[in-house]
């Protein structure tokens, strides 16, 4: 049988969501959503998760070490928009930190624009079963890639939206628990747009 080889350019890596591993992420919706009783089981919440916002490149070490050269990683959008309209700058700052320890590491970025967290002034807006949120990420998109494109080269817009939208509207077990097929037909064709 012959030996298969991967081509010397194939990327190796690994993959984050903003929300799992940063902390203290105060302004989205599964915060709001981890200190409902019973939303989450044992009732347990991110808190300080596993501390990325002030220390990834820790990890960033180890991936090193492991000899990956690729790293999917999340952006915040609570933490890059806290407000509508009104853009975090020492946010962006510490994002391209961290896209710079990255690089110096040798490790690809490939940025996820939305990895099924909402700001909370979004969410109580309606969030993805309104309209106006597609103009409203785009808002947010154009600010983050205008900001770290030059550090980044690879996107994922938008993280698994079925699953987004089967658990958040469908089988109502991701904030905002709804089971509203006719709002999850909405959500996903707004994200989809």
Same mark, same amino acid.
């Given at each position: ?11 190796? &890596? ?8 940063? +902390?203290?992420?105060? =302004?989205? $919706?599964?915060?709001?959503? #981890?200190? $409902?009783? +019973? ?15 002030? =220390? *990834?490149? *820790?990890?960033?070490?180890?991936? $090193?070490?492991? &000899? ?7 952006? #915040? ?7 509508? +309209? ?19 590491? &040798? ?5 996820? !624009? ?12 309606? *969030?993805? #079963? ?7 990420? !785009? ?9 770290? &494109?030059?550090? =980044? ?8 939206? $079925?699953?987004?939208?089967?658990? %958040? ?10 089971? #509203?097929?006719? %709002? +999850? ?6 994200? !989809?747009?």
């Amino acid at each position: 049988m012959p030996v298969q080889t991967f081509p010397p350019n194939f990327l190796w &890596g690994t993959a984050s969501s903003a929300h799992q591993v940063e +902390g203290n992420n105060f =302004n989205n $919706q599964w915060w709001a959503f #981890e200190q $409902q009783p +019973g939303a989450i089981w044992h009732g347990d919440k991110s808190g300080i998760a596993c501390d990325w916002w002030r =220390n *990834a490149e *820790a990890d960033f070490d180890l991936m $090193q070490q492991m &000899g990956l050269n690729a790293h999917r990683m999340s952006i #915040e959008w609570s933490r890059v928009e806290p407000t509508p +309209g009104r853009f975090d700058r020492s946010a962006i700052d510490r994002y391209r930190q961290m896209l710079n320890a990255l690089h110096s590491r &040798g490790i690809k970025p490939m940025l996820c !624009l939305h990895h099924f967290s909402n700001p909370q002034w979004l969410e109580a807006g309606g *969030a993805w #079963e309104r309209a106006e949120t597609i103009e409203r990420y !785009l808002r947010f998109v154009r600010f983050v890639v205008g900001t770290l &494109g030059d550090l =980044n080269d690879m996107w994922l817009t938008i993280n698994e939206p $079925q699953v987004y939208t089967n658990h %958040s509207y469908l089988e109502g077990i991701f904030p905002p628990a709804k089971k #509203e097929l006719i %709002s +999850g037909i909405k959500v996903y064709r707004h994200m !989809l747009l």
